[in-house]
């Protein structure tokens, strides 16, 4: 019997698009960031903070869908840069507080432009990009 390799060719592959867009994206926010001195991930990080000021390591870890290990050093960049402090619980030491300071809200006021700049930029009718939004938030919740 005949193998079909038809699956292994790059244009039959979802994950060859969504790599592609992805960075695609990431490259588009690469200069906007620079000027706050930001990374992807710290920027990202910033607004799950700008959004609830104080969040515990592990609801951080789910929200961004980063692993722990990954986390604890762009924290403490953060942290060096004067953005946000790290402490532990004061009920529970295992637990790690991340809160925002007056330095790292501050920091809002330059990134507000961002998100309309990268939306201005994207290929899609806005029902595209709402269904597209839709769809990555259905994966993200798969089970995988």
């Not at 060719?9 to 994206?25: D, E, G, H, M, R």
């Not at 926010?29 to 992807?40: F, H, N, R, S, V």
């Not at 986390?71 to 402490?87: F, M, N, P, Q, V």
């Amino acid at each position: 019997m005949e193998k079909n390799f038809e699956s292994l060719y790059l244009k039959n592959q979802v994950c060859f698009p969504t790599y592609a867009v992805a960075n695609k994206i990431l490259r588009r926010y690469q200069p906007l960031l620079k000027e706050l001195d930001l990374t992807y991930t710290q920027y990202i990080t910033m607004m799950v903070l700008w959004e609830k000021r104080k969040v515990n390591e592990k609801d951080l870890v789910e929200a961004l869908y980063l692993k722990a290990n990954t986390l604890t050093d762009l924290l403490k960049k953060l942290e060096a840069k004067g953005y946000a402090t790290i402490s532990k619980d004061k009920e529970d030491k295992r637990n790690i507080i991340i809160s925002l300071t007056d330095k790292g809200l501050g920091l809002r006021e330059k990134a507000v432009d961002i998100p309309s700049c990268i939306y201005e930029d994207h290929w899609l009718t806005d029902e595209e990009f709402v269904v597209f939004k839709k769809l990555l938030e259905k994966m993200l919740k798969g089970n995988w």
